[in-house]
């Protein structure tokens, strides 16, 4: 069973100084009408501590719910993390890490991420194009996460580049900017798509 909820020192601070603000005020305006007397002074300074409380329940909570919808706290899952293959990595042991992958895979075959993970190393270290270019097709034709989509996307071009395989590359190319249509990165593939058509 929770304890009684403590003030916080914004929450004093807010409450106090609407005390004395608007309480002093109060008392001033009383003392020139000439009805100044202790039991309005206290009424006075009561109602501006009142104010100040429903001041800072408005604000401070409001501005709390915004920056925790801004921010979606506790929302956001990170991706998934693979030490074992890390540290396989750097220690240079890059067809253990790429079997721990596969292993995984077989595990847990809904991994994307670990797709995208074993692509990158098959291309980065062991230049296993074959395998890396299945694997980044699977991530994007599944669609299930827009970053891993993208970086699926970004793997097959990098790779037809790389390997100058033009007729790939425009293929993969036109079907990135139908994706992104509006986006800056969907309009610099048209750009590229353009260029190559023309060099011939």
Known sequence: MSGPEHSSPSRTAIIVGCALVIGGMISIWLAVAG????????????????????????????????????????NITPPPSYPTADVLVVRGKFRDAVQYFRTHLQANPLDFEARLRLADLQVTHLRDYEDAERLYKEVRDARE???????????LIDLYTNTKNRDRLKVELARFADRYPRSQQGREARRRLDELKADV
């Open 145 to 155: 996460d827009p970053r891993r989509e993208m970086a699926a996307f970004n793997g």
């Open 35 to 74: 009805r100044l007397s202790f039991p309005y002074v206290v009424l006075a300074f009561g109602l501006g501590a009142g104010v100040g409380w429903v001041l800072e329940l408005v604000t401070l909570r409001s501005a709390a719910g915004l920056v925790g919808n801004i921010f979606a706290t506790g």
